[in-house]
Nanobody, 123 residues
Framework: QVQLVESGGGLVQAGGSLRLSCAASGRTFSDYAMGWFRQAPGKEREFVAGILKRGGTYYAASVKGRFTISRDNAKNTVYLQMSSLKPEDTAVYYC?????????????????WGQGAQVTVSS
């Protein structure tokens, strides 16, 4: 498994931007597909965005056009750039790593998880 540590969470006003980072260690980062998930209070965890080993990306409908996932294999890091943030984006955001080669929005397809980063969007 790979170890993951998120950073960059915080409080932002609606309409603002925030960038999350997830640093990986322990295994070959470039072998992994990466994903971002989030969980709001009282709600189930949901998929946000994913990026495959070769850079292909895919998004949940609720964030498409506002969020951008990217990866830097030289830095063993995946990013989530969030723009036009809404109060409903408030959640703990988790990055995840998996060895699947096809896009997956299912948490159980990812093998390793970070500890989470709180994102709060005020109205």
């Amino acid at each position: 498994q790979v170890q993951l540590v998120e950073s960059g969470g915080g409080l932002v006003q609606a309409g603002g931007s925030l960038r999350l980072s997830c640093a990986a260690s322990g295994r070959t980062f470039s072998d992994y597909a990466m994903g971002w998930f989030r969980q709001a209070p009282g709600k189930e965890r949901e998929f946000v965005a994913g990026i495959l080993k070769r850079g292909g990306t895919y998004y949940a409908a609720s964030v498409k056009g506002r969020f951008t996932i990217s990866r830097d294999n030289a830095k063993n890091t995946v990013y989530l750039q969030m723009s036009s943030l809404k109060p409903e984006d408030t959640a703990v955001y988790y990055c995840a790593a998996g060895l699947r080669v096809v896009p997956s929005t299912t948490g159980s397809d990812f093998d390793s998880w970070g500890q989470g980063a709180q994102v709060t969007v005020s109205s």
